[in-house]
């Protein structure tokens, strides 16, 4: 599974983006999937996880209400729309998947990702 996301850029306090992760090799339908951010000098964290076939979705509490999580599989996609951007959403996005998923379980520990993209930069900022 290869993942590639897309989307970032710079952004002004109270703006959206939407973030987009495309997989190839394998199809998005067999992986619960995860977007983590890391901004400069803090470890990665897991922001939000969506389960296989995206009846469950979760949130860290800095982003619950702003972002939402969703799939396409048809398009092997995964998107994050990202809504009232504060500075401190700034730093790379990454989407991940585990090598194996469970229906009904997402996890947003990089504990058990198997599959990283390489990121998309996200800067909010006046």
């Known amino acids: 599974l290869r993942l590639a996301e897309s989307g970032g850029a710079v952004v002004q306090p109270g703006g959206s983006l939407r973030l987009s992760c495309v997989a190839s090799?394998?199809?998005?339908?067999?992986?619960?999937m995860t977007w983590f951010r890391q901004a400069p000098g803090k470890e990665r964290e897991g922001i939000s996880c969506?389960?296989?076939?995206?009846?469950?979705?979760k949130y860290s509490d800095s982003v619950k209400g702003r972002f939402t999580i969703s799939r396409d599989d048809a398009k092997d996609t995964l998107y994050l729309q990202m809504n009232n951007l504060r500075p401190e959403d700034s730093g790379v996005y990454y989407c991940?998947?585990?090598?194996?998923?469970?229906?009904?379980?997402?996890?947003?520990?990089?504990?058990?990702?198997?599959?990283w993209g390489k990121g998309t930069p996200v800067t909010v900022s006046a």
């Open positions: 969506i389960t296989t076939n995206g009846d469950i979705t």
């Open positions: 991940a998947a585990p090598e194996f998923s469970w229906r009904g379980v997402c996890d947003m520990s990089p504990t058990d990702v198997f599959f």
């Open positions: 090799g394998y199809h998005l339908e067999y992986y619960a």
